[in-house]
């Protein structure tokens, strides 16, 4: 038996729907979305060029599906009948209108073949240059549905639209759920974002996947069963990538974007919700974790810096982050932020990079908290911003000089220090004792100094106390410790065996100098050029 032909005109309608698609290789996403509505789990795309003995050639892609395929009675009235799709208001399908399949004609192919099965029935439906089409019955059936498009083409081109074609198909079937092989290439991935933090979250119908992204350039992306309806790098969420995909979200009729409707403000709200709480939690999750390894990079320099940017937007309220250990001391102990708050309230708060016996004194006996941070790092920006100021460094607040114990006998010491306590003594300034010490120690800000007092030796000592000579009857003695790797100190007690008098003398003016008191004319005369060569004040 012949097969039937039933001849239909539908150039008018096809030409009209054909010039509201943006792109003409968008034909690819709505065939493959077709397909997905069919219930196919896979889809095979393919491209082949054949030439005629006349080496006249033709591209031929074919998009195989291997779903429910179509009757007679869909044929007619999804396939060829526009605008009277069956879609409408099922929640299982992607495309709304009808069109989907009229989408071939905008790259104005030569032919387009479709074979098909279900429910017994056989089609081919074939599709002419002018628009009209045949509908074919067939013997032997198709497992889902096959779409060839025929074109001509010369290799060259062939080859280029290949390329296109590759590139647009990842594009649109980033995250389909079913399996896009595309010359045999699987081209889909995974629904995720790269994101060094992120978290997902779903609700019925919808999934999302929310981080802070690396780049610091935002990204958002909308799907329907992992097909992109739109995606971009608009600041639709301050700060924040995100990809969504809902059984919900439609695209509009030129398939360039997706419907602002309560679909999408349903998706959204789920997008905010993980943004606003479960994703600010696993960025303190994260620090935390590398807090506790010990990590460093730049990694946790953006964790850091992710997190200077919350605060700072005020997208992250203080009273949050106090359970969270971010920071620790440099004695390596955790330090929640509710305890770091707590001790820059009672001014009991310092960073620094090198423990020292400074540090431990400030932490064992001041009860300080000193934490490891370097001021020129993103940590400390992060800390700086969170509390509203800048933590000063150990080291720039306090001193706490080693001993000289190399210089106890000394000779050229022993005759300098005879010789400074009665210098000092005439100034009348109260010094209990003079010591030799090693003010040029490892991150020590005294180190150019030539001398400063302590209450008594080896106490955490105060930078702003470090030149109090005593001067005050009711603020008691003060311990004078004379910096032992001062260049000026180090001559003087070269010279000061041979004239331990001048080298007192010398020395008493030099501490007396920076501390400002004035001298006469002819004691200052005395003090020779070398010895003031290194004057502090100069320095």
Known sequence: MAPSRIMVDTRDAVESLVSQFSDPMSFFRELIQNSLDAGSQEIEIWIEYREDAQGEGAMIVHVDDFGEGMDREII????????????????????????????????????????????????????????????????EPTDGTKIQIIKSMSSEEVDAFRRLAREVIAHWTRHAAAEIRFDGEILNEPFDLDCPVKVRGQEEGDEAVVGYPAVGRPFFGFYNKGMTLCEGHEELLDGVAFKVSSRYLEHTLTRDNVRRDGSFEKAMSLVRRLAEGPLQ?????????????????EDLDFLYATLRGLVTRKKVRLEDL????????????????????????????????????????????????????????????????????????????FFLPPDASELARDQGWLALRRGLLAELEKQGLRISDVTPGHLAYPGSSVSHLVAVT??????????????????????????????????????LLRDAQAEPERCASALARLVLLREGISIEADDLARVTTSDVATDPRRE
């Open 76 to 139: 007619d009235s999804r396939l060829t009948r526009l605008f009277s799709s069956s879609k409408e208001g099922d929640l299982t399908k992607i495309g709304r209108f009808g069109i989907g399949f009229v989408s071939v004609f905008a790259i104005q192919p030569d032919a387009v073949c479709l074979d098909t099965s279900r429910g017994g029935e056989s089609w081919r439906v074939l599709f002419n240059r002018d628009r009209t089409f045949h509908r074919i019955r067939r013997e």
């Open 281 to 297: 939690r696993r960025l303190c999750e994260q620090l935390a974790e590398a807090v506790a390894s010990r990590r460093a990079g």
């Open 454 to 491: 302590q209450r008594r030796w080896g106490e955490a000592t105060s930078t702003d106390d470090a030149w109090d000579l005593g001067s005050s009857f009711l603020g008691g003695r003060r311990l004078l410790v004379v910096n032992a790797d001062h260049p000026a100190v180090r001559q």
């Open 322 to 397: 106090d359970e969270w250990v971010l920071w620790r001391s440099l004695s390596g102990a955790e330090q929640t932020v509710a305890r770091i708050r707590r001790a820059l309230r009672k001014d009991r708060l310092l960073v620094d990079t090198l423990q020292s016996p400074l540090i431990e004194a400030l932490q064992r006996d001041r009860g300080y908290v000193v934490l490891d941070l370097s001021r020129d790092t993103e940590a400390f920006r992060a800390l700086s911003t969170l509390l509203g100021e800048e933590p000063p460094r150990a080291n720039d607040r």
